[in-house]
């Protein structure tokens, strides 16, 4: 019986290898592939069989079992690529996707194999069925004969007589293998196939169960040459190096070993090697969470020390115990913003662990729409906080199949229109200071304003007169309400106008923001703005009173300073003319407590803006910039209208963060221009 961490560990392995499949079978269909795209596609089946039989996941063994089949006659050329083929594959990627999610609901694999075995099978020339599965039950011994060393000898020589090899393999794990026993039963299980292996040192019983470091030998009689059996054996992951010694009873009984530590050939080579230089260790994620927030902390009781240093200097002056307060001040605020950043580092993830899903759906949608589609991918490398990850995931999802769906026109389609056959999209991450951006791009039919308009009024959203005054940007946006659908009939692609919304208000959650344009004919851009973490930001702090109010740094465009007499009114709302446009004007004290605004010569104003939308907020002084950390304004207050948070500031009272987009979003600046104007 295995424990959870080995089942977790497992099934980590088994993501990294599905995907791992599911890349280089786009590669293979776009007939891209070499002799190293499938030898990666084997390898990775490979370790998934024998690590899956070994856990007692019989059904998981048996599929990629008749993959690893089919691939070994695609490297051997005695198959070729082909749309059917490419099909199959891609079916038995989801069967063993199915077979995963059961496993991690915490069941076995059951579910149904038999049709996409049967078809993986008709992939194979009828004078060369298939082989039968033959692998050891879970805790099973390999077959390992213990002898003395006369009657090895005995062995060795006879193997000799018929013509075999017999090779003294020495293998060494890499140093952080986590189930040895697993990596111990793919080199018996691999070795087994190309010949017999009659001893091991360790004992098989301790092997199999995991009691020895990380090097183990093996006496092993084959057909096959030296290098043939290293390379089966590097082919193996989590293998760090392995010493292929010919074995011959004379009076020079050993000759030199060979120690390959690598094949300087091919991608999986090039992973070994990063393999071998990078040490890494395996964090349970709540460890990582955890650490955050006590940073978090760290950082509260830094600007809380930075505070009282100043204090401190400002009323003893160059006092020596004054400056000694302040190196130490200096000093710790050093380490905690360290702190603070390689802490953030180790939660960050590329955003990889999003985009290779994308590829995927891509081509599904694709061929069943009967459109060419080159989708292109850059910035996978780029690394986004965790808890970002997590979100953004759907969002991609809804644009891809959207720019797919609505954006690229079919093949007849774009002849006529006089562009190629074959569409676009680029997808896109890339770092703007402190953000992250994603676009994706593509080079379809763009988006009808004047469709959008009538949809509009069809649909109850506004009347035709409305419709008519909307600028062109304020009638795009109906595209991310609730509901609104540009697509003429429903289908299981879109239809039921439940994308766009969902994209906006999950981006926007995550402090994020979502923009596009477009041009009819030539395509559609989106594009989407995320913060590195969720957990400590940038502010600009103001006074309101004796109170101090944080806005997110992000939606801050400016600050300006205005006189009494600048303010106009607009049907009742305040506005202020800035560089030739209007802006629409709040003041901070009216929307948290009713109250008026105290007289002064000068005004503050900070102005917020998202998209195409400004508005400007009256502020009873300006502070500065501050990093502050995020938290929760708990279950009893809930959540309170205006408010994105609150913060513990360097005094140690407790300052409120302003949500922003909730105030930009309820007034935006063309709709106050727009009444100005009339």
């Known amino acids: ?50 690590s899956s039989a070994v856990m007692g996941y019989d059904k998981m063994a048996r599929l990629t079992h008749e993959l690893e089949n089919l691939f070994d006659r695609l490297r051997s050329g005695a198959l070729q690529v082909s749309t059917p083929l490419v099909d199959t594959l891609f079916e038995a990627l989801d069967t063993l996707k199915l077979l995963q999610k059961e496993i991690v609901a915490g069941g076995g694999d059951n579910g149904d194999i038999e049709a996409v075995v049967a078809k993986l099978r008709d992939h194979h020339n009828d004078n060369c069925p298939s082989p039968t599965l033959d692998v050891a039950a879970p805790g099973a ?20 007589l018929k013509g075999f090899h017999a090779f003294r393999v020495h293998v060494t794990l890499d140093s952080d293998c986590q189930m040895k026993e697993i990596r111990v039963f793919l080199v018996f299980e691999t070795l087994q196939q190309s010949g017999e292996i009659i001893s091991s040192a360790p004992p098989a019983e301790e092997l199999q169960e995991g009691r020895f470091g990380h090097e183990f030998s093996l006496v092993l009689l084959t057909g096959d040459d030296l290098d043939q059996v290293k390379n089966l054996v590097l082919s193996i992951a ?85 400056e000694s307060i302040s190196d ?35 081509r599904d949608v694709a061929q069943k729409l009967g459109k060419e589609i080159d989708f292109v991918v850059e910035g996978k490398e780029t690394e986004l906080d965790r808890n970002v990850i997590e979100v953004i995931g759907d969002p991609l999802i809804h644009l891809i199949r959207n720019a797919v769906d609505h954006g690229i026109e079919t093949p007849l389609e774009r002849e006529t229109a006089g562009k190629p056959r074959t569409g676009t999209i680029h997808l896109k991450a890339s ?27 069809k649909r109850g959203l506004c009347d035709e007169m409305q419709a008519a005054r909307l600028s062109d940007r304020e009638a795009l946006e109906f595209i991310f309400a609730p509901g609104f659908s540009t697509a003429g009939t429903v289908s299981d692609i879109s239809g039921r106008g439940v994308g766009m919304d969902i994209v906006r208000s999950q981006i926007e959650q995550i402090n994020g923001s979502v923009e596009f344009a477009t041009r009819p004919g030539h395509g559609t851009t989106f ?19 004796d109170s101090v109010i944080a806005f997110p740094l992000i939606y801050v465009v400016e600050t300006i300073i205005i006189k009494p007499t600048d303010i106009k009114y607009v049907r009742h709302n305040e506005v202020v003319v800035v560089r030739g ?27 917020l803006g998202s998209a195409d939308k400004k508005i400007g907020v009256i502020v009873d002084k300006l502070i500065g910039e501050q990093e502050i950390v995020i938290k929760s304004l708990g279950s009893y207050l809930g959540q309170v209208p205006g408010l994105a948070g609150a913060t513990i500031l360097g005094d140690g009272q407790v300052g409120l963060i302003v949500d922003a987009r909730s105030l930009i979003k309820d007034t935006g600046v063309e709709d106050v221009a727009y009444a100005a104007a009339n």
Do not use: C, W
Request: aromatic share 4%; no cysteine; proline share 3%.
């Open 141 to 160: 011994e390999p077959v390992v004969v213990e002898q003395p060393d006369g009657l090895l000898e005995s062995m060795v020589r006879e193997a000799e």
């Open 527 to 545: 594009t989407i703005k995320l913060p590195l973490t969720l957990a400590i930001i940038k502010a600009l702090m103001v006074g309101l009173g």
């Open 1 to 50: 019986m295995f424990s959870d961490a080995e089942i977790g560990i497992f099934l980590e392995e088994l993501e990294e290898k599905v995907q791992v499949i599911n890349e280089n079978i786009l590669i293979l269909e776009r007939r891209e592939a070499n002799s190293a795209v499938i030898q990666e596609i084997f390898r990775a089946a490979h370790t998934i069989k024998g």
């Open 328 to 362: 130490i001040s200096n000093h710790l605020s050093q380490v905690s913003r360290d702190l603070q950043v390689e802490i953030m580092k180790a939660r960050m993830l590329p955003v990889a662990n999003v985009f290779n899903r994308l590829p995927r759906l891509v």
């Open 238 to 322: 989590e293998i760090k190096s392995v010493m292929v010694t010919p074995i011959q009873f004379r009076e020079t009984s050993i000759q030199a070993e060979k120690e390959i530590v690598k094949n300087n050939n091919g991608p999986a080579a090039i992973e070994r090697q990063e393999r071998q230089n990078i040490k890494t260790v395996r964090v349970d994620v709540q460890k990582l969470d955890t650490l955050m927030n006590l940073v978090g902390e760290l950082v509260i009781d830094r600007t809380r020390l930075d505070r009282f240093a100043e204090i401190f200097e400002s009323k003893y002056g160059s006092d020596e115990l004054a």
């Open 431 to 457: 770092y703007m200071e402190s953000q992250i951006m994603i676009t994706i791009t593509d080079d379809g039919r763009g988006v009808d304003v004047e469709n959008i308009r009538r949809l509009a009024v």
């Open 581 to 607: 446009k209007v802006l629409p004007l709040h003041r901070l004290r009216e929307i948290f407590n009713g109250q008026q605004d105290v007289e002064q010569d000068k005004l503050s104003v900070v102005v």
